[in-house]
Nanobody
Framework: QLVLAESGGGLVQPGGSLRLSCAAS????????VAWFRQAPGKQREALAC????????KYADSVKGRFTISRDNALNTVYLQMNSLTPEDTADYYC?????????????????????WGQGTQVTVSS
């Protein structure tokens, strides 16, 4: 059974950066597409970015395009979300999610229902 664990959240000032990690245990992550989501208080969960199993395809929500970068290291069973130029509007709980998709096609998914495994989340607060 795959278990995902996010880390790297915390308090950061506006304009600052954080790198979130999504580490897998239980089995390898190399055949899973992975996505990052976030949920701010009182708001619906929002998809931010996704990455294909080999990292050759990435997608981003408009709200984070140009500021956030998703990447993966399959040897470490870890997916990252580098977040730059953070604003208070980025304050939320951040989650990673995966879907096993062993395909030669470069695909990734941005919808919640398309993912089978979820981490517990890590909190990000952007405030001065």
């Amino acid at each position: 059974q795959l278990v995902l664990a996010e880390s790297g959240g915390g308090l950061v000032q506006p304009g600052g950066s954080l790198r979130l990690s999504c580490a897998a245990s239980g089995r390898g992550l190399d055949l899973d597409t992975v996505a990052w989501f976030r949920q701010a208080p009182g708001k619906q969960r929002e998809a931010l970015a996704c990455i294909s199993i080999r990292g050759d395809l990435t997608k981003y929500a408009d709200s984070v395009k140009g500021r956030f970068t998703i990447s993966r290291d399959n040897a470490l069973n870890t997916v990252y979300l580098q977040m730059n130029s953070l604003t208070p509007e980025d304050t939320a709980d951040y989650y990673c999610a995966s879907r096993r998709y062993p395909s030669s096609r470069a695909v990734c998914f941005m919808e919640e229902y398309e993912h089978d495994f979820w981490g517990q989340g890590t909190q990000v607060t952007v405030s001065s």
